[in-house]
Structure formats: structure tokens, C-alpha cells
């Protein structure tokens, strides 16, 4: 690999990346308050990748606008589905295996609606720059992929801010280490929980909206959450900044393997890996053991 | 009537992928989306060796048996230590290598082209008889101590542990049990359907096997039983709507999911005492 290719594939597997690093926040979020593994996610990611789409065809074809509107109702569909979906198991307080057989549930109805409404079909954001790549030296950068990565970057920092600074956060944050106390020194768990979902939707928006626009949507695309949810594996459960890092690991990793050993063999490689790394540290990178218990 | 014979044929087929997995997820809790590559290497094991290598057919099954069998022990030592949720995901992470591996090895298997050619040797009988024996197996470990064990560590992996089941040991016991099962619905599948692709059982595949048994009752053989005849039967007739069934099933999963936790059928078991006493037999 020439200098060159190694330098355009870091970048963009460092955008690529940074998607990751919204799925895996996203994922984390309601992992650590719920403890269990929203595969629902995808939904979200799914339904704003065609919201994002009719929006910018149709509508607005203005891109910080219609980004904003998308991301909007990611944080909308977030509530939605937990009101809809998880909410009525809660208060039954049913076991977590209910919860992750709901979220697979609910990422298989909407990826199996899409492509019965829609059928397979690939839709393709519209052209929101003239010039799609700027160049440096030799090197080539793709604009949407140096926008991908200011996005994320961006909406993570304002996140960690949010869970650091504001009151929203701060429960967040409690619930997470402990779902019951803080109920009982007067925070409202079940609007926690809602924001909670609000801000996993936030993050799945932007993230449907920004894997839409780099590739094109077809009723799969939730598939891409599961490199997030991968990402927060291995950066450790319960860890948002592990998460972050190792999705950019991730990222970049697949980028480069991509280049090496071709696009056929990179989830073999990748999987591999994942099922070794979990050997020796079932935790994650950052992540603390947590036990089952009932 | 040929027809009808085809759709009982794959109904059948599929039942018995769903018996596989209530070993598994319906008593022991475990939950893997990695079902489909023991599909694949079930199918791929028995046509291999009968096409590539001439192997008699009474011999593939068996060798498609010990093959998933045994690479379910080989995921299954190193990921049924993690939690349940790394579990599914790894096993996610294995159903698609397993398809990513069957596309790289075009020689042996055909790549994306798949296998064409398989002889029809598999008919309703043996699907049928296949089911009964099965059941019977499932059946009996369900009321047997392995299957209370089963059932302690599903409701509580900690105290089950706390009074000397050795749970990691069991899990692999009950995970390499469900893979040979699994393997061997495969290889009957390649052996039915005649042709074999590397996509034929994806991850929404797995988890529907998951979500039957969920709809039909953890507790409940003959819930998940009827529930998985119904559903594929359905999906045979209206292969017109064939996308918009599942949208339906997901549906009716949530729908019981939130208004009957324990399934429909709930822990009711058909038995001929309960038959005659007129009496749901019950037992957990």
C-alpha cells in the first residue's frame, strides 16, 4: 500500500469511524440505564435514513436544515418506540431477555416494512455540493465523508457536555449507575428513561441521516448499527468514551483491511478478531464486569 | 396435492429448526442469531460430501450431525462465558462469517452460484419421523433434571450456580445439542429444496426461530410447536404477501410479548393424562 492509498483510506476510515462512535453512544445510552442490547436502534437508524431521504427530495434541499429536522425525529421515534415497545414490559417488570427479544422484534418489523412498502430499491440522497472531493497534494478527501466526521465529532461533544453540565444528564447519568435509588430521592425515572431514548434517537438520526447520504438507502441499512453496537462491545459496556475509541478503531480498521485483504474477507477478519479479543477480556477495553443477576 | 405435500414439507423442515432452538432459547435462555450458519453448515457439510466426495446419503446426515455438533462446541467454549447479550451478538458476528467463509471457498462450495444438482432424497416420512423423534428427545430432557437445570439457569444464572449447577457446562452441553440439531435440519433442507446458496438463512431467519418460540411459550413444547406449523404454513400460502408476513408476525410477537409475557399457550402442555382429565397438566 503506497503512502498515498494508506493516508486517504486512515481518513476515511476515521469518518467511517466516527459513525460508528454515534451508534455506539447511542447503543450505550440505553444500555447502561436498561442493561440490555437495543437492537431497535436500527429502527431508528432505519426510519430516519428514509425520513432524511423524502425530506431532502421532496421538501428542503437545504442540508444543515434538513439535517437538523431528520435528527429532530430520530429523538421523536426514539420516545415513540420506547413508549410503544419497552414501556408496557417495564411496568410489568419483566425479565431483561423480554426486553432484547422486543428490540430484535422491533428491528425486524421495521426492516421487513421497508422493503415491503418500498421493495429493495436503492434511493440516493441529492448532490448537496457541486464539488464532491478537494484534494491536497495527491492525496483526494471525499467532502461527505470530512462532513461525516465534523458532524459526529461535533454532536459528541456537545452530548458529553449535555450528560456533564445540564440536570437531564446528571439523572441520566445516576440512573445509570443505579436504576432504583435515584427514583427514590425524587427524580421521575420513567422521563429519564425518555430521554434517554430521546438522545439514543438524536444520535440514531444523525446517524441514519449521514449513512444515507454517503451510501444509499435500502430497507437494510440498520444493519450498519450492529458495527455500532460491536464498537461498544468492545470499548466495554458502560463506557461512552471506550465506545467512541473503539469505533474509531474500528472504523479505520475495516478501512484498512478493506484496501489489504479485499471487502469479501474483511468481516471474517473482523469477527475473528472480536471473538479473540472477548476471549481475553470479556469486559471490553474500558469496560467493568458486570454480573447477570436477575 | 402435490402442492400440499411441498408445504407440509417445508413447514416440517422448519419446525424442526424451531425444536432446535427451544432447547436452547426457550429453556436455557440463550439467545443466538448464529442459527443460520449451522444451517449452512449442515447443508453445505451433507451436499459437499455427496456431490464432491460421493459419500453415500445415509452417511451425510450423520456427518452433517457431528460437524455442527462439533463446531458448536468450538464458538460455544469461548463466547458461553460472556453474557447473554455478547452471546447473541457473536453469534451474529459467526452467522456471518460462516456466509463470508462459504463465498470465499467457490471450489468446494459453489460461491455466491450456490449448489445446484442435489438429489431429492428426503421426503415426508422421514421429515415427520424426524419431528416425532426430536420431540421426544426434547420432551423427555425438558422433564428430566437437565431440563430443570436448564430452567434454573434461565431464570436466574446466580443462584442456579449457587446450588452446584455448573451453568457454564451446561450451557455448552444444551448449545452443542441445539447446533447438532440445528445441522441436521440443514442437512435435510439440501436434501428437500435440492439447491443450497450461501444467503439461504440469514440473521432475520435466526431470529424468527427466537421470536416463534417466545410467541408460543417458553414453557410450552406444543405452543411453540403450533405456533411454528402455523406460521410456516401461512408463509407457504400466501407467498404473495410473503414480505408482509413477517411485518404481521412481528406484530403479533409484541402484541404477546406485552399482554401475555409467558406466550400464548402459556405453560399449557398437551399430554394424554391431561387429555382425559379434561385438566390443563401443568408443570414447570
New interface residues.
Given amino acids: 500500500m503506497s503512502l498515498t492509498t494508506l493516508v486517504q483510506q486512515l481518513a476515511n476510515g476515521l469518518s467511517l469511524g466516527g459513525v460508528y462512535a454515534l451508534e455506539a453512544v447511542g447503543f450505550g445510552l440505553i444500555f447502561n440505564i436498561l442493561k440490555?442490547?437495543n437492537f431497535s436502534h436500527s429502527a431508528v437508524v432505519a426510519i430516519c435514513a428514509y425520513f432524511g431521504y423524502f425530506l431532502s427530495t421532496r421538501l428542503i434541499h437545504n442540508f444543515i436544515i434538513t439535517l437538523i429536522i431528520t435528527t429532530l425525529f430520530g429523538g421523536l421515534v426514539g420516545v415513540v418506540i420506547e413508549k410503544?415497545?419497552f414501556r408496557?414490559?417495564r411496568l410489568?417488570t419483566?425479565s431483561?431477555?423480554?426486553f432484547?427479544?422486543?428490540s430484535?422484534?422491533?428491528a425486524?418489523?421495521v426492516?421487513?416494512?421497508f422493503?415491503?412498502s418500498l421493495g429493495s430499491n436503492y434511493y440516493a440522497y441529492p448532490e448537496f455540493m457541486k464539488q464532491t472531493a478537494f484534494r491536497i497534494g495527491s492525496i483526494t478527501l471525499s467532502k461527505t465523508y470530512l462532513i461525516m466526521l465534523a458532524t459526529s465529532a461535533i454532536v459528541l461533544l456537545l452530548l458529553s457536555l449535555l450528560l456533564k453540565r445540564t440536570k437531564v444528564g446528571i439523572a441520566i447519568r445516576a440512573s445509570s449507575t443505579d436504576i432504583r435509588t435515584p427514583s427514590l430521592m425524587g427524580i421521575n425515572i420513567d422521563l429519564v428513561i425518555s430521554s434517554a431514548f430521546f438522545f439514543a434517537g438524536i444520535l440514531g438520526g444523525i446517524t441514519g441521516y449521514l449513512i444515507g447520504m454517503t451510501y444509499s438507502v435500502d430497507p437494510f441499512i440498520g444493519k450498519v448499527v450492529?458495527k455500532g453496537?460491536?464498537a461498544a462491545?468492545i470499548g466495554g459496556m458502560g463506557s461512552l468514551g471506550g465506545g467512541v475509541i473503539a469505533g474509531l478503531l474500528l472504523g479505520v480498521a475495516e478501512a484498512l483491511l478493506i484496501a489489504e485483504v479485499g471487502a469479501?474477507?474483511t468481516?471474517?477478519v473482523i469477527?475473528?478478531a472480536?471473538?479473540l479479543l472477548?476471549?481475553v477480556r470479556?469486559e471490553g477495553i474500558a469496560g467493568k464486569r458486570?454480573?447477570?443477576?436477575? | 396435492m402435490a402442492f400440499y405435500i411441498k408445504v407440509l414439507e417445508i413447514t416440517s423442515l422448519y419446525t424442526i429448526m424451531v425444536l432446535s432452538v427451544y432447547l436452547m432459547t426457550g429453556l436455557t435462555g440463550l439467545f443466538s442469531l448464529g442459527q443460520g450458519a449451522f444451517v449452512l453448515i449442515g447443508a453445505y457439510t451433507a451436499a459437499v460430501a455427496y456431490l464432491r466426495f460421493h459419500v453415500p446419503f445415509p452417511l451425510t446426515l450423520p456427518i452433517a450431525v457431528i460437524v455442527g455438533a462439533f463446531m458448536g462446541f468450538l464458538i460455544g467454549l469461548p463466547t458461553l462465558r460472556l453474557r447473554r447479550d455478547f452471546f447473541l451478538l457473536v453469534t451474529f458476528g459467526f452467522g456471518e462469517m460462516t456466509r463470508a467463509a462459504l463465498l470465499h471457498l467457490s471450489q468446494l462450495t459453489g460461491g455466491a452460484l450456490g449448489m445446484a444438482g442435489i438429489p431429492k432424497r428426503v421426503g415426508l416420512p422421514l421429515l415427520l419421523g424426524s419431528i416425532v423423534v426430536i420431540l421426544f428427545i426434547t420432551a423427555n430432557l425438558k422433564r428430566s433434571r437437565f431440563g430443570r437445570d436448564c430452567i434454573a439457569i434461565r431464570n436466574d444464572e446466580m443462584a442456579a450456580g449457587m446450588m452446584g449447577i455448573n451453568v457454564y457446562r451446561q450451557k455448552i452441553k444444551v448449545f452443542v445439542i441445539s447446533s447438532a440439531i440445528t445441522s441436521y435440519g440443514g442437512a435435510l433442507y439440501a436434501f428437500v429444496v435440492m439447491f443450497i446458496e450461501p444467503n439461504l438463512f440469514d440473521w432475520l431467519e435466526s431470529a424468527k426461530l427466537i421470536v416463534i418460540t417466545f410467541v408460543g411459550g417458553l414453557n410450552s413444547l406444543t405452543g411453540v410447536i403450533i405456533t411454528s406449523m402455523v406460521y410456516y404454513t401461512f408463509g407457504e400460502f400466501f407467498r404473495f404477501i410473503d414480505v408482509w408476513r413477517d411485518v404481521l408476525l412481528a406484530f403479533v410477537v409484541l402484541l404477546t410479548t406485552i399482554f401475555r409475557p409467558n406466550g400464548i399457550f402459556g405453560d399449557w402442555e398437551l399430554s394424554l393424562r391431561g387429555l382425559f382429565r379434561r385438566k390443563h397438566a401443568a408443570e414447570r
Wanted: proline share 7%; net charge positive; hydrophobic share 60%.
Fill in positions: 440490555f442490547s410503544l415497545v408496557p414490559i410489568k419483566a431483561t431477555t423480554l432484547l427479544v422486543n430484535v422484534t422491533t425486524m418489523l426492516q421487513q416494512f422493503s415491503a450492529l453496537i460491536i462491545i469479501a474477507s468481516p471474517i469477527y475473528s472480536i471473538i472477548l476471549l470479556p458486570y454480573l447477570v443477576k436477575a
